[in-house]
């Protein structure tokens, strides 16, 4: 079992069960949260419109993304970009101490530290509400995510090839 990090802590936080993950490897909950943050930052951004009223989106969009995982079934297939990402991060999870995913090491903490770099700009701007500091937190975030996404892809095959071995 790899060390508790802080893909250990979010998945607990989020509730990731066997069954959690195995609906979550269907492409559709990956593709429908992409776009989370950017409507976060939307929906934070309308309390110049709507004051208070603006948490109502804020607490659906917060909903969503715990729902996500959840509302999709069990795909009947997982050869496809998104779901293996998703069962990647879920290998990377039990085995990113094992030296067969030691070169990916290096690589998922520089994205992590890139993600959190990106997601305290994003909301450094959305506190302030800073059109540039939310753009460039919300590009930083969104590459290093999507970037991460194809590295627990890699982490997958790799896992798939020790499996073989």
């Known amino acids: 079992m790899a060390k508790r990090n802080a893909f250990h802590h979010t998945a607990a936080m989020m509730g990731m069960t066997p069954q959690v993950w195995a609906r979550h490897a269907n492409p559709w909950s990956g593709w429908s949260r992409l776009p989370v943050l950017p409507l976060l930052a939307l929906a934070v951004w309308s309390r110049v419109w709507f004051g208070w009223g603006a948490l109502l989106p804020v607490a659906l969009l917060l909903l969503w993304t715990w729902l996500n995982p959840r509302v999709f079934p069990v795909p009947a297939r997982t050869d496809n970009w998104m779901s293996e990402g998703v069962l990647g991060e879920q290998l990377w999870l039990q085995r990113s101490d094992t030296p067969a995913l030691a070169h990916h090491r290096r690589v998922v903490h520089a994205l992590t ?47 798939r090839a020790e499996d073989e071995t």
Request: proline share 2%; with cysteine.
């Open 113 to 159: 530290l890139g993600g959190l770099c990106g997601g305290l700009l994003y909301f450094a701007g959305l506190a302030v509400l800073h059109p540039g500091l939310t753009a460039t937190g919300l590009a930083i975030t969104m590459l290093t995510k999507l970037w991460m996404l194809d590295r627990m892809v890699w982490v997958l095959w790799d896992c």
